[in-house]
């Protein structure tokens, strides 16, 4: 979901910027890229990371800024912790940033919507159903990475709407015809991906997902 930045108001470009860039150099700085060395994973990550941009380069737009794409958040969160995955989709959002796909001046805000919001509440959605539901394998993969991604997907729709809608760049009428209509076409796809990746990957290669664990839900059921 890119915001361009002359959809934006200066003061809220500029406030984001340091916000995005300071969250995301802290976290970096707090990650634990040992365990990519230990697990000899970083090809994995760097793979995950160009998957993404390819992801987040194709999008469906029918106005400046009421665009969609695949996220792809919910599997990098599940496989590789918050933390890493928090600095990988900020990094394919540079890239893309720097390839001109997206605009600097709108860095910080794309960041705050597209990144952090959904690498956070990706990982506390897990968090929840880990607690909260029972310990199988199926609850991993159709409700942590299937629905979960779907919310995930929804929250950054529905943010990315309300902070048009109140900074004036679209009237609701508008955002709601021509981009909260698309959002049941965009979750379904976005559930069915993330769903897939982590199906293949806990049966292939469950070592490579740091949130699945054998022993939780496989061992006895």
């Given at each position: 979901m890119n915001l361009p930045a002359e959809l934006l108001p200066a003061w809220l470009a500029w406030a984001?910027?340091?916000?995005?860039?300071?969250?995301?150099g802290w976290n970096a700085a707090g990650a634990p890229w040992k365990l990519l060395q230990?697990?000899?994973m970083e090809g994995v990550y760097l793979g995950a990371v160009a998957l993404l941009i390819g992801?987040?380069?194709?999008?469906?737009?029918s106005q400046s800024g009421l665009g969609l794409h695949f996220l792809g958040i919910t599997s990098m969160v599940l496989v590789f912790g918050w933390r890493l995955?928090?600095?990988?989709?900020?990094?394919?959002?540079?890239?893309?940033?720097?390839?001109?796909?997206?605009?600097?001046?709108?860095?910080?805000?794309?960041?705050?919507?597209?990144?952090?919001?959904?690498?956070l509440l990706a990982s506390r959605l897990h968090a929840f159903i880990y607690r909260a539901f029972p310990k199988h394998y199926f609850v991993y993969v159709i409700v942590s990475a299937h629905f979960a991604s779907m919310a995930v997907?929804?929250?950054?729709?529905a943010t990315s709407a309300l902070l048009l809608w109140l900074v004036?760049?679209?009237?609701l009428d508008r955002i709601a015809g021509d981009y909260l209509v698309f959002l049941p076409i965009a979750m379904?796809?976005?559930?069915?991906?993330?769903g897939a990746i982590l199906s293949m990957l806990t049966a292939w290669k469950p070592e490579w997902v740091r949130s699945f664990d054998d022993r939780d839900y496989i061992d006895g059921k």
């Open positions: 984001a910027w340091p916000a995005f860039v300071l969250f995301v230990r697990n000899l992801l987040w380069w194709m999008k469906a737009e995955a928090l600095v990988g989709t900020a990094v394919a959002l540079f890239v893309l940033t720097a390839l001109g796909r997206y605009e600097w001046m709108s860095l910080g805000v794309n960041g705050m919507v597209t990144v952090v919001m959904p690498v997907m929804a929250a950054v729709v004036g760049a679209y009237p379904l796809p976005e559930g069915f991906l993330n």
